[in-house]
């Protein structure tokens, strides 16, 4: 795994699925691999292509809802990268290491981020669903009695969470993001943050896929003090997307993209510790087609063409 030879001397740091290299002073570089995560655990097999799906929604995004917000991406191309690349030198990328870049990565404006997750769900799932089940409530939003598990919300909800450095992000209230940003800040996030989901959530409705919730990351500019979104934008990794076409409330929902391989890995005798067991071929492939097919709905073009011509999308 990273860091791998042309950016060595410029890796800042390994998060679950993406590589992260400080370019100059100023940028970013995300490189999104094909590490999976499930039940918390990233799995010991890629799955072929994921890194280049998450980017190429990203990228989608970025461009649909560059009228709402600006954000954080100003290059998608290996070319792009100041000095042909972030090594020693600043010498070209190899040619190797700028194929394995194509599509998979994004050139980012390097802010500082808030200290807050900035949630939005549109259905009631996962954490959201167990502080309703608790206290009526989440965040400290009161909701409607009776609501039942995966069913829509009256209204989406902003729901912002910790960044936990360890461990897991923990729900907090908007006084208490508040607390954390600033009261203007936590306003102009959350207005942001449901504009973007009902932008997303539109898209994806008519392709079929329930944008169930989702969590954006947003950032300050240090030199023009700026905010902007950053991070990965509505993808499988930071979303629940759900196939409506099997969609019914009252249960949990399974997952358009990880449900595939959450199913087999139950069949194994693993306690969901690392290290996870290797995946079959069918299984990666399986998973992989799933993915793809994300990609293809949401934004309404071939996968095979994004990887042909990795500049489609890149006018942001
Ligand atoms: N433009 C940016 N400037 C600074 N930090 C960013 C920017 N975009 C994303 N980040 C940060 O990059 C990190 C990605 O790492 P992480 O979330 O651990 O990776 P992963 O989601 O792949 O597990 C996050 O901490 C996020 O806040
Ligand atoms: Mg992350």
Redesign the pocket.
């Known amino acids: 795994m990273p860091p791998t030879s042309p950016f060595a001397d410029t890796f800042l740091?390994?998060?679950?699925?993406?590589?992260?290299y400080a370019v100059g002073e100023d940028r970013?570089l995300?490189v999104?691999?094909d590490r999976l995560?499930a039940f918390d655990v990233v799995l010991p097999t890629p799955i072929p292509d994921k890194g280049r799906v998450l980017t190429g929604v990203s990228r989608f995004w970025f461009e649909k809802t560059a009228d709402l917000v600006p954000n954080?991406l100003v290059g998608v191309a290996p070319e792009d990268i100041p000095g042909g690349g972030p090594g020693a030198g600043g010498g070209p990328v190899e040619a190797a290491a700028a194929d394995e870049l194509r599509g998979r990565m994004m050139l980012?404006?390097?802010?500082?981020?808030l200290p807050i997750e900035v949630i939005v769900r549109g259905y009631l799932a996962g954490s959201g669903w167990k502080d309703y089940g608790r206290t009526g409530a989440v965040c400290g939003i009161p909701l409607p009695s009776g609501l039942r598990e995966s069913d829509r919300l009256p209204e989406p909800l902003f729901t912002p969470s910790t960044?936990a450095e360890e461990g897991h992000d923990e729900n907090i209230s908007i006084d208490e993001a508040a607390e954390l940003v600033g009261r203007d800040v936590v306003e102009r996030v959350a207005h942001l943050a449901i504009a973007l989901y009902r932008r997303g959530a539109e898209i994806a409705e008519p392709a079929g896929v329930i944008l169930a919730d989702t969590k954006f990351?947003f950032?300050i500019d240090p030199a023009t003090g700026e905010l902007?979104l950053?991070?990965?934008v509505m993808t499988p990794?930071?979303s629940r997307f759900w196939d409506a076409a099997d969609y019914a409330p009252g249960r949990s929902q399974a997952s358009f993209d990880k449900q595939y391989v959450r199913d087999w890995l139950e069949t194994q005798a693993w306690d969901k510790t690392p290290p996870g067991p290797e995946l079959p071929a069918d299984v990666v492939s399986g998973t992989r087609a799933r993915y793809v097919e994300a990609f293809e709905r949401i934004t309404g073009a071939s996968f095979q063409r994004y990887l042909d011509d990795d500049t489609i999308g890149a006018s942001t």
């Open positions: 740091r390994s998060g679950k699925v993406r590589d992260l970013l995300l999104a691999s995560s954080h980012c404006r390097r802010v500082e981020p960044k990351e950032g902007l950053i991070d990965e990794d930071s």
